[in-house]
């Protein structure tokens, strides 16, 4: 199974640009896990993951880390990056 998990801020400027761009992504991969994480509400499991800036998004596989993408990144970048794991 793959998971997609989004770090952020709500202080973030970043962080909201990308909503809306994990959002058309999410909507195009139905079998997907996407989960958001504020990392002033949920200190703990940004912690587990070493988030050390936001936006950060992470790509989990089998429970395993696959992928890390730092910063708000292109639509094509998420899209292409949820595909390479899919196989």
């Given at each position: 199974?793959?998971?997609v998990?989004?770090?952020?801020?709500?202080?973030?400027?970043?962080?909201?640009?990308?909503?809306?761009?994990?959002?058309?992504?999410k909507?195009?991969?139905?079998?997907?896990?996407?989960?958001?994480?504020?990392?002033?509400?949920?200190?703990?499991?940004?912690?587990?993951?070493?988030?050390?800036?936001?936006?950060?998004?992470?790509?989990?596989?089998?429970?395993?880390?696959?992928?890390?993408?730092?910063?708000?990144?292109?639509?094509?970048?998420?899209?292409?990056?949820?595909n390479?794991?899919?196989?």
């Amino acid at each position: 199974m793959i998971e997609v998990k989004k770090f952020y801020g709500e202080w973030c400027v970043p962080c909201k640009r990308l909503a809306p761009v994990i959002e058309e992504v999410k909507s195009q991969f139905p079998n997907v896990k996407f989960e958001n994480y504020d990392v002033d509400v949920h200190s703990d499991v940004a912690s587990k993951f070493g988030i050390r800036s936001v936006p950060t998004v992470v790509i989990v596989k089998d429970g395993v880390e696959v992928k890390r993408i730092m910063g708000a990144q292109s639509k094509i970048a998420y899209e292409s990056s949820i595909n390479e794991h899919l196989l």
